[in-house]
């Protein structure tokens, strides 16, 4: 009933998708720093456990103005399956079907990337083509040092050498 009264009051259907649309960012970027919250806290729980000091130099770490754009590029990285996730639940007009097709695609695109890689040629040069392998070259750019960097990709993860420069993945 609460739809029907918002549209009854004159506000259109692109209205109300943009003040949903909206909301679901703020939500978004509140629970992405609430989790990064819990990291540092977790991280300073665990160093201090461990009886080393606390301190915010961190050898080849990043300065401050780096850290809010690897804050912002990981917000970014997120944001094309939450468009998708939107698109999904408005065109189905079912929460469940936004939520499972991200899903479903996550894990097609992996196989699809991973299929096209062994056929070679211009199959495998189109992975350029898929948002996966755009998010991971951001992921990497986020990374300290020179050590590994998390993926949840069902693939393994490519060298830094095979990623699009960043500016081009976003």
Do not use: C
């Given at each position: 009933?609460?739809?029907?009264?918002?549209?009854?009051?004159?506000?259109?259907?692109?209205?109300?998708?943009?003040?949903?649309?909206?909301?679901?960012?703020?939500?978004s970027a509140a629970v992405l720093l609430a989790a990064l919250a819990a990291g540092i806290g977790f991280s300073v729980l665990a160093t201090e456990l461990a009886g080393l000091p606390?301190?915010?130099?961190?050898?080849?770490?990043?300065?401050?103005?780096?850290?809010?754009?690897?804050i912002l590029r990981a917000g970014y990285g997120i944001l094309p399956y939450g468009l998708l996730a939107f698109f999904l639940t408005v065109v189905s007009r079912s929460t469940a079907v936004g939520a499972a097709g991200v899903l479903v695609y996550v894990i097609g695109e992996a196989i699809t990337i991973a299929i096209f890689r062994e056929i070679g040629g211009l199959a495998g040069d189109s992975q350029s083509l898929f948002i996966g392998h755009n998010v991971n070259a951001l992921v990497a750019a986020n990374r300290i040092g020179f050590g590994d960097y998390n993926?949840?990709?069902?693939?393994?993860?490519?060298?830094?050498?095979?990623?699009?420069?960043?500016n081009t993945a976003a």
């Open positions: 009933g609460t739809v029907r009264q918002a549209l009854i009051r004159g506000q259109t259907r692109s209205q109300y998708l943009a003040t949903k649309l909206a909301g679901l960012v703020i939500v606390i301190t915010l130099d961190v050898p080849d770490g990043p300065s401050v103005p780096e850290v809010g754009l690897m993926s949840l990709a069902f693939r393994e993860r490519p060298d830094a050498s095979d990623l699009p420069d960043v």
